[in-house]
């Protein structure tokens, strides 16, 4: 019987996982068409068996795992021709070929602190029918990192508000698994910065003058955008001092002052804004400013003269109106001294070198002083004829002479006491 010869071949000669490879043993010299051939796989594979045609007999496989197999035809022989085997030939099942590609960016022009969502799509290369599984990384310039897992259709989403504003660069990769190779693509995304809004109250208001009040300034982001705004409000005050505060981590910012002067103030908050935020500013605030009431008191007092007389004065009260300054600015000794030195001056009386009412006895201050009333008995002089003399003039009283005392121009009792009682007043002096 004539000897035979087997050789094996296959292609494609670089498959990928799930494709399909087909096995061709041939056999020389040619036997009967129809008798078969053996196709052994490497021991992960199975055994085929092709039926000859000319010689030539064929098998597919389309289940070889990704990595190194051996494949070898035999050929059993019959009555006419002796059997004979090919040598192993190593075929090598490379991992499938992936695509990966940006499917959607939503929304397409976000702002800053806006959640964005980025969607991606993994393929294996046709015809393989391996499916990517894993995960897939978007790293975003300038911002976050993202991982996530394909699903059964080889899609990934991921969400993010972490991307500042400005253009960046979207890198989409997929590392591959045992079946699929990697592969990554590029994208992009252009943020804008958000819009912000600034909100100010005061405490308290209306306020006093002098007293210490607290301006604050609450900054939020616009919707669609989100996250705390930071930096730092100008608070603007009319006719007062320019405030700075920072904001915290609530997006509040805080200034006092107590240097406001009585009457309205107009307030504003300027948010200067910061790399995420656009600058805004707050509606108008008044601050209400009100006077300072003051009130004085002068305790009674009892004042003794020489002659033994007492008088006393009642409680003057005086009220100021205002940012603290005063409508009278008189101290009130002054006006004591000024009546003792004139006497007693009725109540609602005006004076001090005018007559008032047409009385020329009585003595005008430009504020009307308290009036002094006797408490005590009247005066008792030491010598009865020196009693007697003032009692004989009228309007007379035994203190020192108006006209020597009271201020110029001041009239008041002159003619009544010009009478006798000059040598009482003169021993008065000398005491």
């Known amino acids: 019987m004539p000897a035979t010869t087997t050789t094996l071949s296959f292609t494609p000669l670089s498959p990928e996982c799930g494709q399909t490879v087909v096995l061709t043993a041939t056999v020389a010299p040619t036997p009967p068409d129809g008798e078969t051939v053996q196709f052994i796989i490497s021991a992960d594979g199975p055994t085929l068996t092709g039926t000859l045609n000319g010689g030539r007999a064929t098998a597919t496989l389309s289940t070889l795992s990704v990595g190194s197999h051996t494949a070898a035809a035999a050929y059993p022989g019959d009555g006419l021709f002796d059997p004979s085997s090919s040598a192993f030939v190593p075929i090598t099942v490379n991992p499938a070929a992936t695509t990966t590609t940006v ?15 980025l969607c991606a799509h993994v393929a294996a290369s046709s015809p393989s029918p391996c499916l990517p599984t894993g ?32 253009t960046h660069t979207v890198t989409v990769t997929y590392a591959g698994n045992g079946s699929v190779q990697g592969s990554s693509v590029n994208g992009s995304i ?23 009040v607290t301006f604050t300034a609450t900054v939020v982001a616009v919707a669609p955008g989100g996250g705390v705004p930071t930096g730092n409000v100008t608070f603007t005050i009319s006719g007062g001092p320019i405030l700075m505060g920072t904001l915290n981590g609530v997006g509040q910012a805080t200034a006092s002052t107590s240097a406001l002067t009585a009457g309205p103030h107009t307030v504003t908050a300027t948010y200067n804004g910061d790399g995420c935020f656009n600058p805004s500013t707050s509606a108008v605030l008044t601050q209400q400013v009100n006077p300072k009431a003051t009130t004085l008191t002068a305790v009674p007092a009892t004042i003794r003269m020489r002659t033994n007389g007492t008088f006393v ?9 205002g940012d603290g300054d005063e409508r009278c ?12 030195r004139t006497g007693p001056v009725a ?6 070198g005018r007559h008032r009412n047409g009385d020329p006895h009585q003595c005008c201050s430009r504020r009307a002083p308290p009036q002094l009333a006797r408490a005590g008995p009247p005066p ?3 010598s009865a004829a020196v009693q007697r003399r003032a009692g004989r003039c009228p309007g007379a009283v035994p203190w020192r002479p108006v006209r020597r005392l009271s201020p110029p121009g001041c009239c008041a009792g ?7 009682c000059r040598g009482r007043a003169r021993r008065l002096r000398r005491r």
């Open 103 to 117: 499917t959607s960016i939503n929304p397409a022009s976000p702002v800053c602190g806006q959640t964005v969502q």
């Open 135 to 166: 995960q897939v990384t978007f790293a975003v310039s300038g911002g976050p990192t993202l991982l996530g897992n394909l699903d059964a259709n080889g899609n990934v989403c991921v969400s993010t508000t972490g991307i500042a504003p400005g």
């Open 190 to 212: 252009t943020v804008a910065k958000s819009n912000s809004s600034t909100l100010l109250i005061s405490s308290p208001n209306s306020s006093t003058f002098g007293q210490n």
């Open 313 to 321: 004065i009642p409680t003057l009260s005086a009220h100021t109106h």
């Open 329 to 340: 600015r008189r101290r009130p000794d002054h006006h004591l001294q000024r009546q003792l």
């Open 347 to 352: 109540p609602g009386q005006r004076g001090h």
């Open 380 to 382: 008792r002089s030491r």
């Open 414 to 420: 002159r003619r009544a006491r010009r009478c006798r």
